[in-house]
């Protein structure tokens, strides 16, 4: 075989539960030239049993030996890789079998493309499919108001981290992929494939559960990072910011004069600098 194109990175800590289920998912990948990374992040339970219990030869296993959390795992996972692309993988989730085929052979043909999603589907809890924005222009655009990929279903190209000494960020704690695809924006293309290529476990033990008002703290501040990136102006009127909590928040406090204000405000910034297609701000 030619050597690997892709490593799937997936950290795991105290992951017995679903573990089985997330591994095999991606062994039976139709797709089958792969290094699947496995990082223990100091489990204290059968996480480790588990993934030694499995004999394949893609898999590499990496035991921390504490627990140094989610972030810093990543952040190690990337530093070890020297493949074409990283794929993101949970090890509660269930990736589609045809999922590192269909991300791998869509970006071998888009080689302007740097992060490839795709659409997810809720298992545990519920059982929705959610249809993220698709075109790189609706995804840069939707981030202004919202995380618009799904992060254990990406596969990134590993030159992006590498070029641009781009690491996820231990300040965005929580939302660390939502502040990671905003640095990435001005770096190359985005493109969520439509069709639910993951399975996405929803429980009340996650951290987007747990921390959901945290995350909405940061998010905001994310969120107008981006604009100013993106503008080159450091923007503080408040009027923005009200816009970005209304669209995010659905705050209804806001006065419509206020919002015309800000709306009209970006409005002339895209018109000046050409960030979006102006259909998006209409």
């Not at 190690?76 to 074409?84: A, C, D, H, S, V």
């Not at 809890?125 to 698709?134: D, V």
């Not at 919202?146 to 641009?164: A, G, L």
């Not at 990435?184 to 996405?200: M, S, T």
């Amino acid at each position: 075989m030619s050597l690997p194109l892709v490593t799937v990175l997936m950290p795991v800590f105290n992951s017995e539960k679903n573990l089985k289920e997330a591994i095999e998912s991606i062994l039976n990948q139709s797709y089958t030239n792969f290094i699947f990374l496995i990082i223990n992040d100091g489990s204290t339970d059968l996480s480790e049993a588990i993934i030694r219990s499995y004999q394949d030869e893609r898999i590499r296993y990496v035991k921390n030996t504490e627990n140094i959390q989610l972030i810093a795992t990543l952040n190690k996972g990337i530093e070890l890789i020297n493949t074409k692309y990283i794929a993101r993988m949970d090890a509660d989730d269930i990736a589609h079998p045809e999922r590192l085929e269909k991300q791998i052979s869509f970006l071998e043909k888009n080689p302007d493309c740097i992060v490839c999603g795709s659409y997810y589907q809720f298992i545990g809890q519920s059982e929705q499919i959610i249809h993220l924005p698709i075109l790189n222009d609706q995804i840069k655009f939707q981030l202004l108001y919202f995380n618009s990929f799904c992060h254990p279903s990406t596969v990134i190209r590993t030159s992006v981290f590498q070029e641009n000494n781009i690491k996820f960020n231990k300040e965005y704690k929580h939302a660390e992929d939502y502040f990671l695809w905003t640095e990435l924006a001005l770096k190359g293309e985005f493109y969520n494939i439509p069709e639910v290529l993951l399975y996405y476990r929803k429980h009340d033990s996650q951290i987007s559960q747990i921390f959901q008002n945290h995350q909405q703290d940061i998010e905001l501040t994310i969120q107008a990072n981006y604009l100013n990136k993106l503008t080159g102006l450091k923007l503080e009127n408040q009027n923005i910011l009200a816009t970005l909590q209304f669209l995010h928040f659905g705050n209804k406090e806001i006065s419509s004069s206020k919002l015309l204000e800000a709306f009209t405000f970006l409005f002339d910034i895209n018109c000046s600098l050409f960030i979006f297609e102006d259909k998006f701000l209409r």
